[in-house]
């Protein structure tokens, strides 16, 4: 079955600790995507890639991390320079960059001790 | 102003009502709309495009209003397991030549009880 990997589902760690977020799909999509969601917030976007050895920031880009080397996968780092990184980190994709369907995987959850 | 705003809600209402909110978008050259359901602590789900016809599937109606910018969702017949928050996205053209910008309204909880 095509889908979105999301892991780990749950993560806790220590302040200061770099974090990296595995995010694989086999879509065949070209573009990935990373969000945060925040308690009774929406969807706010992290980076972006349209294609392999690109991508870009969102709107909420500092402190995090991501590299495109293969189609299929875009990791995320949240770094110890997040001031506020405990959050529920969601992966998306969809078959070209700017479309509205969006096909996100299970999503991570991320606790700073 | 917010460029895509919904009521967050909740909304509770009785199995087998009729529910229905909206969201407004303030950039009037945005060009695709979608509803979204997510789950309590869950991803987001597509639920249906929102076309200029309007679009139905089922127990759920979706319409676009253009002249006052907003789009709306219809639930009919509501069941138990509608219980969810539901999302509206907005796509945005750039100002430049560049991919366009989807954009997530914050969601509209909705509770359907017994």
């Known amino acids: 079955d095509g889908g979105i990997t999301q892991s780990p589902k749950y993560l806790f760690r220590k302040e200061g600790q770099n974090v990296t977020l595995s995010c694989e799909q086999n879509l065949n999509h070209d573009a990935m995507y990373w969000y945060r969601q925040d308690p009774g917030q929406g969807l706010r976007l992290i980076y972006y890639s349209q294609i392999v050895n690109d991508f870009q920031k969102g709107d909420i880009a500092e402190g995090y991390s991501v590299s495109r080397e293969k189609k299929e996968s875009f990791p995320l780092t949240v770094t110890s320079a997040q001031k506020n990184p405990t959050a529920f980190y969601l992966c998306?994709?969809?078959?070209?960059?700017?479309?509205?369907?969006?096909?996100f995987g299970e999503g991570s959850r991320l606790t700073v001790l | 102003r917010k460029e895509v705003e919904q009521d967050p809600g909740p909304f509770n209402v009785p199995e087998g009502a009729t529910v229905a909110f909206n969201c407004t978008y303030s950039n009037s050259a945005s060009q695709s709309f979608f509803w979204y359901r997510q789950d309590c602590r869950k991803e987001p789900k597509l639920l249906m495009s929102v076309y200029s016809s309007g679009n139905e599937d089922g127990r759920f109606t979706a319409q676009l209003n253009r002249a006052s910018q907003y789009i709306s969702l219809l639930i009919r017949d509501s069941k138990l397991s509608d219980s969810a928050t539901y999302l509206c996205v907005v796509n945005i053209p750039p100002p430049r030549s560049s991919a366009s910008k989807i954009i997530f309204g914050s969601g509209t909880r909705l509770s359907i009880r017994p």
């Open positions: 998306a994709s969809s078959m070209l960059l700017g479309s509205g369907e969006l096909f």
